[in-house]
């Protein structure tokens, strides 16, 4: 069983839609990352958090620490969301990333 | 400012031969990682820098995979006697600082190993 993992491994959506992906992990952590993966390009770091909730624009990041889980909403989903959608943990007693292996997201117009 | 620049953005090598990789980190960032993504695989840890402390070494898949950095900033990851399966796209990452805290990690572009 895989430390980190996502649900679900791919996702299709209508423009306009409400997107979540979900992360479940099983060691302790001291933060967890979203990281944003297009097609061809680099990776851009989301959100990183530790508790509660963040918001950026139209997505919004939460977690629940003693459920070891987090989700990735995005509202009123667009094309240019299309990417592949990947949750990281930072172990507690190391600085390492442990990855999910991502969530691959398409919305169609 | 400038972000995490990796350098070649593309490689082919032959199998067997040595490689370089360079990163470049954010000028200030005194952690450095080295991560790997096979084709269809998901992200893995290589190495880590922090600084002055020893590196953290636990994610090399093998004794032909090396990393030094230099002066505190830039890196360089090299493979020796490069296989196929070691055809991946090598990425880097730096941040404000490791232990207790928890920083951002940005990204480079990446570089895109492939051996043949």
């Known amino acids: 069983k895989n430390e980190v993992e996502q649900s679900p491994q791919n996702l299709t959506a209508q423009e306009g839609e409400f997107i979540t992906i979900n992360c479940s992990y099983s060691v302790g952590i001291s933060a967890l990352h979203w990281l944003q993966q297009h097609p061809g390009g680099g990776i851009v770091s989301l959100f990183m958090?530790?508790?509660g909730k963040k918001k950026h624009g139209r997505l919004i990041a939460t977690i629940n620490i003693q459920e070891k889980h987090s989700s990735l909403h995005i509202t009123a989903s667009h094309p240019r969301d299309s990417a592949v959608y990947i949750c990281a943990v930072r172990s507690y007693n190391t600085d390492k990333l442990i990855f999910g292996t991502g969530t691959r997201l398409q919305v169609f117009p | 400012g400038a972000g995490v620049s990796q350098s070649p953005s593309n490689k082919v090598t032959e199998k067997g031969k040595d490689v370089e990789l360079r990163c470049d980190p954010i000028s200030g960032h005194t952690a450095l990682y080295w991560y790997r993504q096979s084709l269809g695989q998901g992200l893995e840890f290589l190495i880590y820098?922090?600084?002055?402390?020893?590196?953290?070494k636990s994610g090399l898949p093998s004794d032909r995979f090396s990393a030094e950095r230099t002066g505190g900033s830039v890196s360089t990851l090299t493979i020796q006697r490069t296989q196929q399966e070691d055809s991946a796209v090598y990425l880097c990452a730096s941040s404000l600082a490791g232990g207790s805290t928890s920083y951002e990690q940005y990204f480079g572009p990446g570089t895109r190993l492939t051996v043949t």
């Open positions: 958090l530790s508790s």
């Open positions: 820098f922090q600084g002055n402390s020893a590196p953290d």
